[in-house]
């Protein structure tokens, strides 16, 4: 059964620093997502990640994918206010649709 | 665009009460999901169905049933609501192929008293 690690949980940041948020995951995975909360909104798909070594920017963030370390990470880049929100990754189980997911980072940007 | 509509945002039940979530997605999506939400825990997936009348259990299933009697609409059912499944109900659906992601409904704020 797969297992997603998430890291950071919390993660307060200065306007133009750069973070990255971290997510291991246990067993094999032919899938990687990254979604984006607002408070009190819906989960917003932001990359899927599909093959070792895929990398995908939109904007500040870029997302990478290690099938080989099982970890995928999310760069954020001279952060913004706007980016602060929770942040998930999840994993597809090989074999079904289903998802797990990690337990969130709530990044917060600070003026 | 996609759009996954869950039929409250918030809702106040008793324990003991039978509890109905209903979700309906407009883009013809043969996968459609039941998550709880809860801080700290993340999304823990409830049920899932690939098709109509086919359900699958997902990680926490107790306590819970689902009902899928047409493509465009999943329903969550609390068989006899306690104080413990007071959460974030959110529902997703999608569709076969590798790109594409889970499209998640707003949620509905479920309370138990």
């Known amino acids: 059964e797969l297992k997603v690690e998430q890291n950071p949980l919390f993660l307060s940041m200065q306007e133009g620093k750069n973070y990255t948020i971290y997510c291991n995951y246990s067993?094999?995975?032919?899938?990687l997502y990254w979604y984006r909360q607002d408070p009190g909104k819906s989960l917003e798909s932001l990359f899927v990640?599909?093959?070792?070594?895929a990398v995908k920017q939109e904007g500040r963030l870029m997302a990478s994918l290690d099938t080989k370390a099982r970890l995928s990470t999310l760069h954020i880049t001279a952060a913004v206010h706007d980016l602060s929100a929770t942040y998930f990754c999840?994993?597809?189980?090989?074999?079904?649709?289903?998802?797990?997911f990690g337990t969130g980072t709530r990044l917060t940007i600070i003026p | 665009d996609v759009k996954v509509t869950q039929s409250s945002r918030y809702l106040v039940k008793r324990t003991g009460e039978k509890v109905f979530l209903e979700c309906v997605q407009d883009?013809?999506?043969?996968?459609m999901f039941w998550y709880r939400q809860d801080p700290g825990l993340g999304l823990r997936l409830i049920y899932f169905?690939?098709?109509?009348?086919?359900?699958e259990k997902g990680d926490i299933p107790e306590g819970y049933s689902v009902s899928r009697e047409k493509k465009e609409r999943f329903s969550l059912i609390l068989e006899s609501a306690s104080t413990n499944q007071t959460s974030m109900y959110l529902c997703?659906?999608?569709?076969?192929?590798?790109?594409?992601?889970?499209?998640f409904g707003d949620g509905t704020r479920l309370s138990i008293l």
């Open positions: 067993t094999t995975s032919d899938r």
């Open positions: 997703a659906s999608s569709t076969f192929g590798k790109n594409q992601p889970q499209h």
């Open positions: 999840a994993g597809k189980n090989f074999g079904n649709e289903k998802l797990t």
């Open positions: 883009m013809d999506h043969e996968n």
């Open positions: 990640l599909l093959s070792n070594g």
């Open positions: 169905s690939y098709d109509v009348k086919m359900k």
